[in-house]
């Protein structure tokens, strides 16, 4: 298996030979023309007279690529994917225009499907294989077999990260059910699948303090909110309401009205006796970044900045009389709240520990030990 990772093919740019016509100008609207039989067929549909027509071309792979191609090349986005593998291709590639999965893949028409993440860093894979770990167990929750092992998965990921040649920005990971059919069961897919992509986030971070609002929305089961699944929709939603309301982002509460977490961060507090206090991990997503946080706090016990640390449930109204708040996570770091609903959050500004852990983080981040720095290959 070594041995067959070690030569994922590479593929710089897509070479389609089926190069067909180009579509030709058409004058009847219900006309498409086929470039395989160079003809052009009448598409007998009827109308109201209110629908607008528009001419659809018919294209061929290779116009299709190009144009998914020229879409991402002019997109305004500050994102830029680098380098995608894909079990389906077989290989990596670096050409935008095939960064693409199938339809048919369950993860896209059904949800079937985890992922996980790793901050790139100066060369190096942050936490990888603490995401690693996660990523494998919440296949297991979503009773995903792997194509490849741990091992392999993780060579093919540095791999992927090389052929990038990004040394500083995100790589995000997907593990599927797989291709096959449109069914609901994945029992018509023959092989899961795996995909990667190398992004590069041009935009400056940012730690400014932030506010944040009560989610409406509800929390996720504990059973699906502890596996990091491609069913989002919940997290995006509660993230759109967090924007409408001029917030950064929405708390969520467990069903027992106890803090919980964040859309895509878990959340922690500075009491007032001056303790590190977290929400219980059992109901939400194990956050790696919060548990290398709970790891490194020890610093800040022996300089005196916190006199202990506690993991357990968390009230609301302990939560709005805390000190400091702030969100952690692989996306944010540790970002310090100063407002949560109409509550302001200490004295308001940013606090000391909260910009402590961010520095601890950032430092562990650039020089720190080989169990949580992967060093890749260029």
């Not at 710089?12 to 006309?31: E, L, S, V």
């Not at 997109?75 to 935008?96: C, E, N, P, R, W």
């Not at 069913?231 to 929405?250: H, Q, R, T």
């Not at 109409?342 to 520095?359: A, H, M, R, Y």
Request: glycine letters at 8%.
């Amino acid at each position: 298996m070594a041995a067959l990772i070690s030569e994922i093919p590479y593929f710089h740019h897509f070479n389609f030979a089926d190069h067909h016509q180009k579509q030709q100008q058409q004058t009847n609207p219900y006309r498409i023309f086929h470039p395989k039989r160079s003809t052009f067929h009448v598409l007998k549909t009827s109308f109201t007279e209110s629908t607008q027509v528009h001419d659809v071309p018919l294209l061929s792979a290779s116009e299709a690529i190009e144009r998914l191609r020229g879409r991402r090349e002019n997109s305004k986005s500050t994102q830029q994917y680098l380098a995608m593998y894909s079990s389906v291709f077989g290989g990596i590639i670096t050409d935008q225009g095939g960064m693409v999965i199938p339809m048919d893949d369950h993860m896209v028409h059904r949800g079937h499907g985890v992922f996980d993440t790793a901050a790139i860093v100066d060369g190096c894979l942050y936490e990888l294989e603490q995401h690693l770990d996660r990523f494998m167990g919440s296949a297991f929750k979503a009773r995903i077999n792997p194509p490849f092992d741990r091992e392999t998965t993780k060579r093919t990921l540095i791999q992927t990260v090389a052929a990038s040649a990004c040394r500083n920005g995100s790589l995000r990971y997907w593990l599927s059910s797989g291709p096959g059919d449109f069914q609901l069961s994945p029992s018509g897919c023959h092989e899961s699948a795996l995909y990667a992509i190398v992004i590069q986030d041009k935009s400056p971070p940012t730690y400014t303090g932030i506010k944040v609002i009560t989610s409406s929305i509800p929390i996720k089961p504990p059973q699906f909110a502890v596996m990091k699944s491609v069913n989002y929709l919940p997290n995006v939603l509660s993230k759109m309401e967090a924007e409408e309301k001029g917030a950064y982002a929405a708390i969520w509460l467990d069903e027992q009205g106890f803090v919980a977490e964040g859309p895509n961060m878990n959340v922690a507090f500075v009491t007032q006796e001056n303790d590190l206090l977290m929400p219980r991990f059992d109901k939400i997503l194990s956050g790696c970044t919060a548990k290398r946080v709970l790891e490194l706090v020890g610093d800040l016990v022996k300089e005196g900045k916190v006199r202990g640390v506690k993991v357990r449930d968390v009230t609301v109204e302990e939560g709005k009389r805390s000190e400091e708040m702030m969100l952690i996570g692989s996306g944010v770091l540790v970002r310090p709240i100063l407002q949560w609903d109409d509550q302001v959050i200490g004295n308001g500004k940013e606090g000391v520990v909260t910009e402590s852990l961010g520095k601890l983080i950032l430092e562990d981040m650039k020089g720190g030990p080989s169990t949580v720095r992967t060093v890749v290959p260029y």
